[in-house]
């Protein structure tokens, strides 16, 4: 009987509290440190071919990528973000600015460009945000969606951006964990997810460990994934300097050219636009009504907090532009007042240069700063542009 007794713990008992202490310690040494598979380098080399105008989305491949690190790169460019407001106007700062005062501009984006694809894109061109100026224009609207949708981000964050962000090392765990958070909440709406997205979802579901077979998966998945490295040459200074504006003359004239062209109605908007959206089948026009929000609870301002924070870790020269909603359409602006006061607060306490032109009252609005209830007009973009010259010192010698 003993000696069944000394076989049963020899044989038995000692090998599992043997498998048990090394995986234990298995465990503790890969939460100790980074393992790392070994990367392709992916080098993308072009030049920076645009240097006006505006890319809706980065679909057309490798050069809309290389206009934007191109953009960010060049310190004497300026890169724009944007949603459905960048429109095809002398007046938009990426034709403006560059044609005016030869400063190479240039926007990205058209509707549904929100915040955390905006966070993505300069994430994964974190190897050339550092110093860059770049404004972010901010839609009210933004805060009545719940948040970049699934479309809109697999549209704007291209694979290349995807492999760029997996890969590099210096962008911090926090940041690559919210993406996979993101993807996570929206996978079931993705069709053939590609090997970077299910990448980053496995990287957010497993959270702290990650078990042998899920290691050797990721460690798998990653050696197939390149790291992307995007090399720009920049172009020669070879434009002349700043021209001077008369900014208030500029400005009144635009302004009262919309005004005078107004026929139809009575609350500063085109009149195609009143016509076409705003009037019934019964030409009978309806007031707008403005939506009430939770601040804490709003997705878009937790997005645009995260973006402040890259913004800020990264040393960019950030600024805001919040734009307005008509107060001749919209009852109600008021509602708005908590989360426009929330942005503002968060830009301030960064430092970044904001050109709030959100009111609620009729009397603070200054018509023609939209061209219809929700869109920046000739006006408005002069706003716009006056801004930017001011906080990036455009009209210094």
Known sequence: MKDKIIGVFTFHFIPIVCAFFLTVCTLFLFESFEVKAIKNKQLIVGKQLMLRGRNSNFEAGIQSELALAGSLSNPKSITIFGSSELSESTYVPYYF??????????????????????????????KKIKKAKICIMISP???????TNIAAFLEFVRPNFLKSIINNDIIPMEFK??????????????????????????????????????????????????????????????????SVINWAVTKKRVQDNFVSAIKANSIFVNDEYYITYLLDSNKVYKHGEASRFSVPENREFSDVKLLIQLLRMYQCEASFVIQPLNPYHYNHLENFNAIIDSITSVIEQNNFPCLNMFVTKKQDYEPGTLKDVMHLGDYGWMRVNEFLVNTYKLNKP
């Open 97 to 126: 600015l560059p044609d005016s005062l030869h400063t190479p501009t240039v926007a990205f984006g058209h509707a549904y460009h929100q915040s955390f694809s905006v966070f993505c894109e300069l994430l994964a061109m974190q």
């Open 141 to 147: 609207g933004w805060f009545d969606t719940d948040g």
């Open 177 to 242: 964990m919210e993406i996979g958070k993101y993807i996570s909440s929206k996978l079931n709406d993705i069709e053939q997810p590609s090997q970077s997205i299910l990448t980053l979802n496995k990287l957010y579901q497993n959270k702290k460990y990650l078990f042998l077979n899920d290691l050797v998966n990721e460690l798998s998945a990653s050696a197939t994934v390149n790291d992307v490295i995007y090399s720009v040459k920049l172009p020669e200074n070879t434009l002349p300097k700043a």
